[in-house]
């Protein structure tokens, strides 16, 4: 065997003509060549995780604090930004996505966003996940993985331990199905670890905490148990990580952070340049287009409003789709519509009036409204290329009238 | 000239605060340890991959319960995404093999492809064209092909190649038809004479094969009932058109034998890859660039499926009033204007249009104006059909090379 030894350091000087020099340079491998280039020796990996960057949050105005979880919730995940779900021990949590458009942010200048989620109401503990779905987790079997973020606090409390780990299920359990049933029960006292534990309706045996790696040492964190602690500071962004091996037949992984003890209302985290990347490396965090990171969370949660939009009622014809009343009278006509990329699954879906505040389809025509509007057959009537909403017009609807209704379709896990 | 010359070892241990440790694995790659304990392998090993649906995730044309049937003798049929099947006599099936609940050692994918020659004993090549837009940027590159492969039952010799479409060929289009693609096969061990304008690259001589043996215009590969990795390079004429990677038996396969592959990829460069896919959407709208469909993507077209997913539009014009149009949108656009267009009735057993409001069918049905982003469903409704009545229809848009 045998091995060359590198000091880690900032910067070199530009080599001679015709020459190279191999360097360190924050752990990470570079070759400077004679005009000055820095190649990093190794190319960035995939990165897992959908809506790393933070850039969605269709369920909301994604700039404005909304609030999730209204009631108490220790076994229900709410889904705040595009792919991540949030639990909390008691009344309530507030998300929202925070522009650096204007102000960037030492620490996280790679990303214009992040997600600030904050403990409201009540004081308690929250847990933020994302659950990968099968045919992503799967392909991810047998290896080792780095699970990193960037956090920065939230309030004005002081330093707080966090923890973050990786979630598992094997085969038996639920595949693809809303939750996975990863929902977890919230421990009501303060713990060191393994603060959380799964919850009773998940199915014994077959989720677990997966024992983080200690080789090689976590980023900025501490192994406790079945989880990684760490500590953020109000206003200062750190990057965190750790490495997990995935076990050869996991069905889902499920990156989770949450907090080490009950947090003071107005106290929270903000997250952003997540990533779940295979190998043992610390990442540069970086992204695809926008196109296509869009496309990655359209799998789950498709809508007709802007994308920056929140979806409500009687909010204008913009984006609506468009049909026609087949039949005159009460009766029932089909709307149908082609979904942007393929949902994972059917999903739950949601319509909007755009010109009135009710959840029934608008004849344009006439300005009136239907009395019913759902998909056929409920969930069986569902496609995931495509659907149709089934319209029950009133007795003064003429045939060929003009038909817009908004919707969401939901299939996030 | 100067160099750093490294014996091949185990990691050493980790350095002390500050540094980091360079050195070759047994495997021949070089990796940093760095004062953290990472190991990082300084090998670009998961480039992209220009085969798609490489995790052999869809089979659009059929369900993914179960097998279905295919023979083009000499020809191409298309079975998963992307994979077309050219066998000596018939038949061929495919099959989507799903390893959620047991995975298989030695593989990482949920899936894979199970090719099984049917009926009499003959030879069977697998294959994928790729597209030029994607190709053009190994041009006059060193490629590697490689590939996960374990046999059903007998252990064979299956040859690894790679195929050009060359100069003289027309970009894109790819000999499919019957006897058009592999004009004879050849006895045992004798490679399948091509179609017109395909060529075999032949294996970069400096470049040893992946646990394969370079012989003639391709590599052979030992493949056993264990999943093994193997791997040939082969330099990519500047004037290429089109390549075909492609995967055949040496010799006539027993009929209810044939071979599993998953996790296959074609990369530039000679490093030996480990199989690297992208998440399952960006996958799939990989394949939608070649095939779409109306119907959920592991359900098989078929008539009389029902409405879900089924296009949707109005009558326009009551009686019998033939053209009438329904728009269909793709996404995401495809390669090219799909040249394979198939309708089917979502309620009943013909392919015509059906309305939902009559709960009849049109007497007939086709597509017109097709283009990369959408087409017209165009159809003659009954004298019986009034104006705004509602209508439904299934669809496939087939654009696969």
Not at chain 1, 24 to 48: E, Y
Not at chain 2, 137 to 166: D, E, F, H, Y
């Amino acid at each position: 065997m045998s091995f060359f030894t590198l000091n880690d350091q900032n910067s070199i000087e530009t080599p001679d003509s015709g020459k190279g020099r191999a360097w360190l340079g924050c752990d990470t491998p570079k070759l400077n060549n004679d005009s000055g280039v820095k190649a990093v020796l190794r190319a960035s990996r995939f990165n897992w995780i959908r809506n790393s960057g933070f850039w969605f949050a269709q369920r909301q105005t994604p700039g404005t604090l909304t609030t999730y979880s209204p009631t108490l919730s220790s076994t229900t995940r709410f889904l705040t930004a595009d792919g991540w779900g949030v639990q909390n021990s008691a009344d309530s949590i507030q998300y929202r996505r925070v522009d650096t458009l204007g102000a960037a942010e030492g620490g996280i200048a790679a990303s214009r966003f992040y997600g600030e989620f904050t403990k409201l109401t009540t004081a308690g503990k929250i847990a933020i996940s994302q659950n990968l779905e099968s045919q992503d987790s799967e392909a991810l079997r047998n290896q080792l993985v780095r699970f990193q973020f960037s956090a920065k606090g939230v309030g004005g409390a002081g330093p707080a331990n966090w923890r973050f780990g990786l979630l598992y299920t094997l085969p038996g359990g639920a595949v693809d199905s809303s939750n996975l049933g990863l929902v977890l029960t919230m421990n009501a006292i303060e713990w060191l670890d393994s603060p959380v534990t799964l919850g009773a309706s998940f199915p014994v045996g077959t989720a677990a905490y997966l024992a983080p790696s200690s080789s090689p040492k976590p980023q900025n964190s501490t192994i406790v148990g079945s989880a990684a602690t760490f500590v953020v500071t109000t206003g200062v962004w750190q990057q965190y990580g750790c490495c997990f091996q995935i076990p050869a037949n996991a069905i889902h992984v499920a990156p989770i952070i949450f907090s080490n003890a009950s947090l003071a209302t107005g106290a929270g985290i903000s997250i952003a340049q997540a990533g779940l990347t295979v190998g043992s490396e610390i990442q540069d965090w970086s992204s695809k287009s926008n196109d296509i990171e869009l496309a990655r969370v359209q799998r789950q949660y498709q809508k007709t409003f802007n994308i920056n939009t929140a979806p409500a009622q009687n909010a204008g014809l913009s984006g609506a789709i468009r049909g026609v009343v087949n039949i005159a009278g009460a009766a029932v006509s089909s709307v149908g519509f082609r979904f942007a990329v393929p949902l994972l699954s059917r999903g739950a879906q949601t319509f909007f009036n755009p010109s009135a505040a009710n959840a029934f389809a608008r004849n344009t025509t006439a300005g009136t409204d239907a009395t019913a509007t759902a998909v056929a057959g409920g969930l069986p009537g569902t496609g995931t290329s495509g659907s149709y909403a089934n319209v029950t017009g009133i007795a003064a609807w003429a045939v060929g009238a003009s038909i817009a209704l908004h919707y969401v379709f939901d299939a996030e896990l | 000239m100067s160099f750093l010359e490294f014996n091949e070892g185990a990691a050493p241990s980790t350095p002390t605060s500050g540094k980091g440790t360079l050195y070759l694995s047994t495997a021949g790659d070089l990796h940093l340890v760095n004062d953290s304990g990472s190991d990082l392998n300084l090998i670009n090993n998961d480039k992209t991959n220009l085969v798609r649906n490489s995790g052999l995730w869809l089979a659009q044309r059929q369900s993914t319960v179960g097998s279905a049937t295919y023979s083009s003798v000499g020809g191409r049929a298309v079975t998963a995404d992307g994979w077309g099947v050219s066998n000596e006599n018939a038949s061929v099936t495919y099959t989507r093999t799903d390893t959620a609940a047991a995975p298989e050692t030695n593989l990482n994918a949920r899936f894979y492809g199970t090719f099984t020659k049917i009926t009499v004993n003959g030879k069977l090549v697998i294959c994928q064209v790729i597209e030029d837009v994607d190709i053009a940027p190994v041009r006059n590159s060193t490629v590697r092909v490689q590939l996960w492969a374990k046999v059903i039952t007998a252990n064979a010799t299956w040859r690894i190649g790679l195929v050009q479409l060359t100069a003289a060929g027309t970009v894109d289009t790819v000999p499919s038809g019957a006897g058009l693609f592999c004009t004879a096969f050849g006895a045992g061990t004798v490679d399948p004479t091509l179609g017109a304008n395909l060529a075999y690259i032949a294996p970069t001589a400096t470049i040893t094969p992946d646990n394969a043996t370079t012989s003639g215009s391709a590599a052979s590969m030992a493949v056993t009932s264990d999943w093994q990795r193997f791997g040939a390079c082969f330099d990519v004429p500047v004037t290429a058109k089109n390549l075909v990677l492609m995967i055949w038996s040496d010799s006539q396969v027993a009929a209810n034998d044939g071979i599993n592959v998953s996790q296959l990829s074609l990369t530039i460069g000679d490093e030996v890859q480990a199989w690297a896919p992208q998440s399952i959407q960006a996958e799939s709208a990989r394949c939608f660039r070649y095939y779409q469909k109306s119907f959920n993507i592991d359900v098989a077209p078929v008539q009389s499926a029902g409405l879900q997913g089924g296009n949707r539009g109005a009558v326009s014009v009551a009686g019998i009033t033939a053209g009438q149009p329904l728009g269909v949108r793709l996404y995401p656009p495809m390669r090219a204007a799909p040249g394979l267009i198939t309708m089917f009735n979502p309620s009943a057993a013909n392919a015509f249009v059906r309305n939902t409001t009559a709960g009849t069918d049109a007497t007939a049905t086709a597509s017109a104006n097709a283009s990369e982003d959408g087409f017209d469903v165009t159809f003659t409704g009954i004298a019986a059909w009034a104006v705004a009545q509602g209508l439904s229809v299934h669809w496939t848009a087939d654009a696969e090379l």
